[in-house]
T-cell receptor, first 112, second 115 residues
């Protein structure tokens, strides 16, 4: 099973709306990252949040981390058609041999 | 230069062929990675190279053979692949390997089809 499980698996919204996706993980972590992947392309790093941080912002992105619940959320505000992509959370999974482990991903469709 | 390049973009090969995937970065990163990604799935780690030495092999079949000739280059040699090996192969790099805590920079991938 994967360290990170994302919810929802797919999300369809109108341009201008906010998109929220969640990631849950099982073991303790040092940090959690979010990546974006446009269809059939490489992943792009969005943001990293450390285990001692609760919230982080980058442009239209807001990430929260709740280590007591072992969960994180990614909020994209004022979405644009160009935000259409898959979004993956990734953690350093000690139980999996200290490698960067990706969640299942959320596919986001932003309709113009 | 802040990008990771991969060649070729697409590759079709038969099960008896030998081919190689190439990855290059000029960011001075000392860790490089190969991932395999099937459609609608997350990337799965295959290999980690740290300072040109193989640090992690995720029990990958021997028909995949990685090589790191220098700190900028990473190759993946393919031989006698199976149709189920068809996937997007992603290369990534990071400043150093920090056991999963590093930020990784990905190339665009090679789309491989094995017939």
């Amino acid at each position: 099973s994967q360290q990170g499980e994302e919810d929802p698996q797919a999300l369809s919204i109108q341009e201008g709306e906010n998109a929220t996706m969640n990631c849950s993980y099982k073991t303790s972590i040092n940090n959690l990252q979010w990546y974006r992947q446009n269809s059939g392309r490489g992943l792009v790093h969005l943001i990293l949040i450390r285990s001692n941080e609760r919230e982080k912002h980058s442009g239209r992105l807001r990430v929260t981390l709740d280590t007591s619940k072992k969960s994180s959320s990614l909020l994209i505000t004022a979405s644009r058609a160009a935000d259409t992509a898959s979004y993956f959370c990734a953690t350093d999974d000690k139980a999996a041999g200290n490698k960067l482990t990706f969640g299942g991903g959320t596919r986001v469709l932003v309709k113009p | 230069d802040t990008e990771v390049t991969q060649t070729p973009k697409h590759l079709v090969m038969g099960m008896t062929n030998k081919k190689s995937l190439k990855c290059e970065q000029h960011m001075g990163h000392r860790a490089m990675y190969w991932y395999k990604q099937k459609a609608k799935k997350p990337p799965e780690l295959m290999f980690v190279y740290s300072y040109e030495k193989l640090s992690i092999n995720e029990s990958v079949p021997s028909r995949f053979s990685p090589e790191c000739p220098n700190s900028s280059l990473l190759n993946l040699h393919l031989h006698a692949l199976q149709p189920e090996d068809s996937a997007l192969y992603l290369c990534a790099s990071s400043q150093v390997w920090r056991q999963g805590q590093e930020t990784q920079y990905f190339g665009p991938g090679t789309r491989l089809l094995v017939l």
